[in-house]
């Protein structure tokens, strides 16, 4: 029976008041050039208006996954395991993974399938970027995505649904589905990446490339531990916050780790060590998304990720990998996020600013 790698431990870190990195260095902000309408916004209108299913007992949206004030976000629901002696075995072209490209947990396990090589072994469909609440991530008919012609889903909602009709769950991506039992296998990121990982190797096209090392793994699990909470579910921590309290103690824990990754990545190549792991993975898909959404629209605002030479450098590295590179779509990210919140965006107007500096030339290879 495989165990899963553990996951983070969402214990949160002691973080005082940091000196900004700006205040710290005298760093002059870059003149950033404003890109065109048509590059970062859709070509239709795209304001949503909510209503929450009377049916549902659970959260459906971040928005809604609050205690306190604070944000909690709640677990993943369907948690089986893909694995040669269980009820799913590892075959080519029996499984397809839903995504939304604005979703960093999706694109997570994209990024995956992508360096590990297993396009045509497991299909894919992509949602179009505007979230709805009662439907989920999307539709899979818009522009830039692949229409679902598995299920014929119109919505992610609908794969719950078909999936012992779940009507009450978060209707969120990924989404790890079995054609030959018409069912959801997994929706936790976390657990999707370690079976793309070592689970389809028999069908990758790089089936050498292990991403969780055994000699790293103490590493990438101290790494997670602080950067998941403070970081990854930090941003949201400040975007979704609903008390003042909740809010300052979240910018508080994401900037003293922010602080620390800069600190490490200035004595190594990658956060976990002298290799590219599911630590950077992790990590990558906040960073890349900081700047175009997170300094707005979540509050993030005592810095942008290109204040920071070690990290501005080392998120340039890891986007120029090509299997990285391939899985993000600044279009679909900056859409979904400032046209999916009323409550934080009324009027979904997509900010048009920000130039790509994520696609310069970077200078890691000096570790």
Known sequence: MHIPRSGPSFSQLALGKKTSHREATGAALPDLTILSVEAFTPKRSVIRSFSTPAMASKAQTAVEETDGGAFKRTDAEFRNWIQSDSDFAPEAGRYHLYISYACPWACRCLTFLYLKGLEGVI???????????????????????????????????????????????????????????????????????????????????????????????????????????????????????????????????????????????????????????????????????????????????????????????YTKELYNIPGIQKAVNISHIKTHYFTSHPTLNHYAVVPIGCSPWWEEPHHRETF
């Not at 439907?135 to 522009?143: I, L, R, V």
């Not at 009450?168 to 370690?194: R, T, Y």
């Not at 790089?206 to 793994?217: E, H, R, S």
Request: contains cysteine; glycine residues 8%.
């Open 123 to 313: 299909g894919l469909s992509p949602g179009d970027p505007p979230f709805s609440s009662p439907n989920g991530h999307g539709s899979f008919g818009a522009e830039g995505c692949i229409p679902d012609d598995l299920n014929g889903a119109k919505f992610v909602r609908d794969l719950y649904e078909l999936s012992k009709g779940q009507t009450g769950s978060k209707f969120s991506v990924p989404v790890l589905w079995d054609k030959q039992k018409g069912v959801i296998v997994n929706n936790e990121s976390a657990e999707i990446v370690q079976m793309l990982n070592d689970q389809f190797n028999d069908f990758a096209k790089n089936p050498g490339l292990d991403l969780f090392p055994d000699d790293l793994q103490p590493a990438i699990d101290e790494v997670n531990s602080w950067t998941y909470p403070n970081i990854n579910n930090g941003v949201y921590r400040c975007g979704f916050a609903q008390s003042q309290q909740a809010y300052e103690d979240a910018f508080r824990d994401l900037f003293g780790a922010l602080d620390k990754v800069e600190s490490i990545l200035s004595k190594q190549r990658y956060i976990a060590g002298n290799r590219l792991t599911e630590a950077d993975i992790r990590l990558f898909q906040t960073l890349i998304r900081f700047d175009v959404v997170y300094v707005v629209y979540f509050k993030c605002n005592r810095n942008f990720i290109h204040e920071f030479p070690h990290m501005s450098n």
